[in-house]
């Protein structure tokens, strides 16, 4: 009966929703088939939409708890059994407080939730990249300090990984306001980086990878800003301190797509000061 089709799983804060019972039938099934051939994919089949509806309230429950930055979310994460879906949870969660503390323009938390988060190497060295800006006017060695911890995250991404490239740039972009030799380090490394990365254009539509979770109310993306992964912005940034050096380096890059997306922008840098001057 309709009873026999459900099951109950209890959330974080003790209240109980009812779920189907799918893992209930795969192994009624099971045992039903006992003595005859089961077929393995239909009772893993089972088995996931078990977890897709456990999923579906977790990340409701989760998202309740996050609009004004609540910890009791990652708390709640923490307490899911099934691995994957924890990790997946918990790195919506971790990112989304991380963009909470950065809107209250906290830095130390922002870093004290980036070195515990679970966070993947783009995330993090976004993360530390964020702070930095934060810390930028009142403390510039802090600053920098960060900024070097988020280069070293970003090299830990795999070469042939475009995102690599995406997060140096987004650290360069941080290093202009304060220090334009490391900026000029960082960009030669992410021409290193985008040589080995064929998917990596440089144009402004090809963004960082992201992913997503499903709950019960929908889908919920896990993303960063595309603003701060800008190419062009850093180009023209660039040729505007040193016009024929960003040449050189937008020769370096290897694929003509990116090479020519360098160019680009380094042109549109130079026509940009031309008419600032003749104002």
């Known amino acids: 009966g309709e009873r026999d089709r459900r099951q109950a799983v209890r959330l974080g804060d003790g209240r109980v929703r009812d ?19 089961v077929d393995p994919e239909q009772l893993r089949g089972k088995e996931r939409q078990h977890h897709a509806a456990v999923g579906a309230v977790a990340g409701d429950q989760v998202i309740d708890d996050l609009p004004t930055g609540n910890q009791r979310a990652r708390e709640f994460a923490d307490s ?13 969660v971790d990112l ?53 911890k988020a280069t070293d995250q970003a090299e830990r991404i795999d070469a042939d990984d475009r995102d690599a490239s995406f997060a140096l740039i987004h650290v360069a972009n941080q290093f202009l306001a304060i220090d334009h030799t490391r900026a000029w380090e ?21 963004m960082p ?3 997503m979770i499903v709950t019960k109310n929908g889908i919920r993306f896990i993303r960063l800003p595309d603003a701060d992964f800008n190419f062009s912005r850093v180009l023209r940034a660039l040729a505007q301190d040193d016009l024929f050096r960003s040449i ?30 003749k104002k």
Not at 19 to 25: A, K, Q, Y
């Open 96 to 148: 989304e407080l991380i963009k909470f503390a950065i809107r209250k323009k906290n830095a130390t938390e922002v870093v004290q939730l980036a070195d515990a988060g679970e966070l993947n190497y783009l995330q993090k060295s976004w993360s530390y990249t964020q702070a930095a800006r934060l810390l930028l006017e009142s403390d510039r060695d802090g600053a920098l300090d960060l900024l070097e």
């Open 80 to 92: 899911i059994d099934e691995t994957r879906l924890r990790k997946r949870i918990k790195n919506y």
């Open 209 to 211: 990878s992201g992913s």
């Open 186 to 206: 960082v960009m030669n490394k992410t021409v290193k980086f985008a040589n080995s990365a064929e998917g990596f254009t440089g144009d402004d539509i090809s």
């Open 19 to 37: 779920l189907p019972g799918d893992r209930v039938d795969a192994q009624r099934e099971g045992r039903r088939a006992v003595g005859h051939e």
């Open 248 to 277: 050189e380096l937008a020769k370096g890059f290897k694929y003509d797509a990116t090479r020519a997306y360098a160019t680009l922008a380094i042109a549109r840098a130079v026509l940009e000061s031309n008419s600032a001057f």
